[in-house]
T-cell receptor, first 115, second 112 residues
Framework: GAVVSQHPSWVICKSGTSVKIECRSLDFQATTMFWYRQFPKQSLMLMATSNEGSKATYEQGVEKDKFLINHASLTLSTLTVTSAHPEDSSFYICSASKDTGNIQYFGAGTRLSVL | QKEVEQNSGPLSVPEGAIASLNCTYS??????FFWYRQYSGKSPELIMF????GDKEDGRFTAQLNKASQYVSLLIRDSQPSDSATYLCAVNKGSGTYKYIFGTGTRLKVLA
Protein backbone atom coordinates (compact mmCIF):
# COMPACT_ATOMS: atom_id res chain seq x y z
CA GLY A 1 0.00 0.00 0.00
CA ALA A 2 0.85 3.73 0.12
CA VAL A 3 0.75 4.67 -3.54
CA VAL A 4 0.73 8.33 -4.50
CA SER A 5 -0.21 9.31 -8.02
CA GLN A 6 0.81 12.67 -9.49
CA HIS A 7 -0.43 14.05 -12.76
CA PRO A 8 0.72 15.25 -15.21
CA SER A 9 4.25 13.93 -15.24
CA TRP A 10 5.40 16.57 -17.68
CA VAL A 11 3.93 19.83 -18.83
CA ILE A 12 5.04 22.63 -21.12
CA CYS A 13 3.19 25.91 -21.01
CA LYS A 14 3.51 29.45 -22.27
CA SER A 15 4.56 32.25 -19.97
CA GLY A 16 1.58 33.84 -18.25
CA THR A 17 -0.63 30.77 -18.26
CA SER A 18 -1.64 28.69 -15.25
CA VAL A 19 -0.88 25.04 -14.69
CA LYS A 20 -2.64 22.65 -12.31
CA ILE A 21 -0.90 19.61 -10.86
CA GLU A 22 -2.85 16.86 -9.10
CA CYS A 23 -1.67 14.62 -6.31
CA ARG A 24 -3.75 11.62 -5.24
CA SER A 25 -3.25 9.01 -2.56
CA LEU A 26 -4.64 5.88 -4.21
CA ASP A 27 -4.87 3.37 -1.38
CA PHE A 28 -4.89 5.39 1.81
CA GLN A 29 -6.32 8.53 3.28
CA ALA A 30 -3.72 11.25 3.50
CA THR A 31 -4.11 13.46 6.52
CA THR A 32 -1.35 15.70 5.28
CA MET A 33 0.08 16.38 1.86
CA PHE A 34 3.21 18.26 0.98
CA TRP A 35 4.42 20.08 -2.09
CA TYR A 36 8.10 20.33 -2.93
CA ARG A 37 10.11 21.95 -5.66
CA GLN A 38 13.46 20.71 -6.81
CA PHE A 39 15.88 22.53 -9.08
CA PRO A 40 18.61 20.60 -10.93
CA LYS A 41 21.31 19.20 -8.66
CA GLN A 42 19.62 20.61 -5.57
CA SER A 43 17.69 18.99 -2.78
CA LEU A 44 13.96 19.14 -2.27
CA MET A 45 12.60 22.44 -1.06
CA LEU A 46 9.33 22.29 0.83
CA MET A 47 6.84 24.78 -0.54
CA ALA A 48 3.77 24.11 1.57
CA THR A 49 1.95 21.68 3.80
CA SER A 50 -1.73 21.05 3.31
CA ASN A 51 -4.37 19.37 5.41
CA GLU A 52 -7.75 18.36 4.11
CA GLY A 53 -10.33 21.11 4.44
CA SER A 54 -8.00 23.78 5.71
CA LYS A 55 -5.73 26.39 4.21
CA ALA A 56 -2.25 25.35 3.26
CA THR A 57 0.71 26.45 5.33
CA TYR A 58 3.35 27.97 3.11
CA GLU A 59 7.06 28.03 3.80
CA GLN A 60 8.83 31.33 4.10
CA GLY A 61 9.50 32.90 0.74
CA VAL A 62 6.85 30.93 -1.15
CA GLU A 63 4.18 33.17 -2.68
CA LYS A 64 0.80 31.77 -1.71
CA ASP A 65 -1.01 33.79 -4.39
CA LYS A 66 1.21 32.33 -7.06
CA PHE A 67 1.18 28.73 -5.87
CA LEU A 68 -2.42 27.93 -5.03
CA ILE A 69 -2.96 24.75 -3.07
CA ASN A 70 -6.29 23.07 -2.58
CA HIS A 71 -6.73 19.96 -0.46
CA ALA A 72 -10.33 19.14 -1.22
CA SER A 73 -10.45 15.62 0.15
CA LEU A 74 -8.38 13.11 2.08
CA THR A 75 -7.10 11.70 -1.20
CA LEU A 76 -6.60 14.73 -3.41
CA SER A 77 -4.49 17.87 -3.30
CA THR A 78 -3.83 20.22 -6.20
CA LEU A 79 -1.13 22.79 -6.84
CA THR A 80 -1.85 25.53 -9.34
CA VAL A 81 1.04 27.60 -10.59
CA THR A 82 -0.58 30.86 -11.64
CA SER A 83 0.83 33.19 -14.28
CA ALA A 84 3.80 30.91 -14.76
CA HIS A 85 7.13 32.38 -15.81
CA PRO A 86 10.31 30.68 -17.05
CA GLU A 87 11.84 30.90 -13.57
CA ASP A 88 9.01 28.65 -12.32
CA SER A 89 10.34 25.85 -14.49
CA SER A 90 11.24 23.10 -12.07
CA PHE A 91 10.46 19.59 -10.85
CA TYR A 92 7.42 19.69 -8.58
CA ILE A 93 6.87 16.72 -6.28
CA CYS A 94 4.03 15.98 -3.92
CA SER A 95 4.02 13.62 -0.99
CA ALA A 96 1.33 12.29 1.30
CA SER A 97 1.39 11.12 4.86
CA LYS A 98 -0.86 8.68 6.66
CA ASP A 99 -2.08 9.23 10.16
CA THR A 100 0.71 7.30 11.81
CA GLY A 101 4.41 6.83 11.35
CA ASN A 102 5.23 10.25 9.95
CA ILE A 103 6.25 8.58 6.72
CA GLN A 104 5.88 10.58 3.53
CA TYR A 105 5.14 8.74 0.30
CA PHE A 106 6.12 10.59 -2.81
CA GLY A 107 4.43 11.00 -6.15
CA ALA A 108 6.43 10.58 -9.33
CA GLY A 109 6.81 14.33 -9.79
CA THR A 110 5.83 16.83 -12.46
CA ARG A 111 8.40 18.45 -14.67
CA LEU A 112 7.21 21.93 -15.57
CA SER A 113 8.77 23.86 -18.42
CA VAL A 114 7.57 27.42 -18.98
CA LEU A 115 8.45 28.91 -22.34
CA GLN B 1 25.01 25.26 10.56
CA LYS B 2 22.52 23.42 8.40
CA GLU B 3 19.80 21.54 10.19
CA VAL B 4 20.56 18.32 8.34
CA GLU B 5 23.98 17.80 6.82
CA GLN B 6 25.24 15.25 4.37
CA ASN B 7 28.42 14.99 2.40
CA SER B 8 27.45 15.67 -1.20
CA GLY B 9 29.92 13.14 -2.58
CA PRO B 10 30.22 11.50 -4.96
CA LEU B 11 30.99 8.47 -2.85
CA SER B 12 32.45 5.80 -5.09
CA VAL B 13 32.55 2.15 -4.01
CA PRO B 14 33.31 -0.99 -5.98
CA GLU B 15 30.54 -3.46 -6.70
CA GLY B 16 30.05 -5.84 -3.80
CA ALA B 17 31.48 -3.46 -1.20
CA ILE B 18 29.70 -1.80 1.70
CA ALA B 19 28.62 1.78 1.10
CA SER B 20 28.36 3.93 4.20
CA LEU B 21 26.31 7.11 4.06
CA ASN B 22 26.21 9.54 6.94
CA CYS B 23 23.91 12.30 8.08
CA THR B 24 24.07 14.66 11.06
CA TYR B 25 21.29 16.81 12.41
CA SER B 26 21.25 19.80 14.70
CA UNK B 27 17.92 19.57 16.56
CA UNK B 28 18.42 17.24 19.49
CA UNK B 29 14.67 16.82 19.86
CA UNK B 30 14.24 15.25 16.42
CA UNK B 31 12.06 12.17 16.52
CA UNK B 32 12.06 10.29 13.23
CA PHE B 33 14.69 9.68 10.61
CA PHE B 34 14.33 8.57 7.03
CA TRP B 35 16.50 7.57 4.12
CA TYR B 36 15.25 8.07 0.60
CA ARG B 37 16.88 7.09 -2.66
CA GLN B 38 16.48 9.37 -5.65
CA TYR B 39 17.52 8.40 -9.14
CA SER B 40 18.30 11.22 -11.53
CA GLY B 41 15.10 12.79 -12.84
CA LYS B 42 12.89 10.73 -10.53
CA SER B 43 11.17 11.38 -7.24
CA PRO B 44 12.44 10.07 -3.89
CA GLU B 45 11.76 6.49 -2.89
CA LEU B 46 11.67 5.43 0.77
CA ILE B 47 14.47 3.06 1.72
CA MET B 48 14.41 2.96 5.51
CA PHE B 49 13.07 4.75 8.53
CA UNK B 50 14.28 4.58 12.09
CA UNK B 51 12.95 6.00 15.31
CA UNK B 52 15.03 4.43 18.08
CA UNK B 53 18.72 4.34 18.87
CA GLY B 54 20.57 1.40 17.43
CA ASP B 55 20.48 -0.52 14.20
CA LYS B 56 17.61 -1.47 11.96
CA GLU B 57 18.15 -3.93 9.15
CA ASP B 58 16.12 -4.52 6.02
CA GLY B 59 17.69 -6.76 3.44
CA ARG B 60 20.95 -5.22 2.26
CA PHE B 61 20.23 -1.97 4.08
CA THR B 62 20.98 -1.09 7.68
CA ALA B 63 20.07 2.21 9.27
CA GLN B 64 21.94 3.27 12.39
CA LEU B 65 20.78 5.98 14.75
CA ASN B 66 22.76 7.60 17.54
CA LYS B 67 20.71 10.34 19.14
CA ALA B 68 23.41 11.28 21.64
CA SER B 69 25.80 12.08 18.79
CA GLN B 70 23.00 13.30 16.54
CA TYR B 71 23.82 11.22 13.53
CA VAL B 72 22.08 8.67 11.43
CA SER B 73 23.74 6.49 8.85
CA LEU B 74 22.80 4.07 6.12
CA LEU B 75 24.87 1.04 5.23
CA ILE B 76 24.35 -0.72 1.94
CA ARG B 77 25.88 -4.18 1.82
CA ASP B 78 26.88 -5.94 -1.40
CA SER B 79 26.50 -2.67 -3.33
CA GLN B 80 25.25 -3.01 -6.88
CA PRO B 81 25.54 -0.60 -9.81
CA SER B 82 21.76 -0.19 -9.57
CA ASP B 83 22.30 1.37 -6.14
CA SER B 84 23.97 4.33 -7.82
CA ALA B 85 21.74 7.26 -6.93
CA THR B 86 21.47 10.21 -4.58
CA TYR B 87 20.57 9.27 -1.02
CA LEU B 88 18.58 11.82 0.93
CA CYS B 89 18.47 11.93 4.69
CA ALA B 90 15.27 13.40 6.14
CA VAL B 91 14.55 14.30 9.73
CA ASN B 92 11.20 14.90 11.36
CA LYS B 93 11.18 17.07 14.44
CA GLY B 94 7.98 15.63 15.83
CA SER B 95 5.85 17.87 18.04
CA GLY B 96 2.78 17.33 15.91
CA THR B 97 4.32 18.19 12.58
CA TYR B 98 4.91 15.76 9.75
CA LYS B 99 7.37 18.13 8.04
CA TYR B 100 10.71 16.79 7.02
CA ILE B 101 13.98 18.62 6.96
CA PHE B 102 16.00 17.17 4.08
CA GLY B 103 19.72 17.03 3.71
CA THR B 104 21.21 17.93 0.37
CA GLY B 105 21.88 14.29 -0.42
CA THR B 106 24.92 12.14 -1.04
CA ARG B 107 25.57 10.90 -4.54
CA LEU B 108 26.63 7.26 -4.53
CA LYS B 109 28.43 5.63 -7.45
CA VAL B 110 28.84 1.89 -7.44
CA LEU B 111 31.54 0.90 -9.88
CA ALA B 112 31.12 -2.34 -11.81
Amino acid sequence: GAVVSQHPSWVICKSGTSVKIECRSLDFQATTMFWYRQFPKQSLMLMATSNEGSKATYEQGVEKDKFLINHASLTLSTLTVTSAHPEDSSFYICSASKDTGNIQYFGAGTRLSVL
Amino acid sequence: QKEVEQNSGPLSVPEGAIASLNCTYSDRGSQSFFWYRQYSGKSPELIMFIYSNGDKEDGRFTAQLNKASQYVSLLIRDSQPSDSATYLCAVNKGSGTYKYIFGTGTRLKVLA
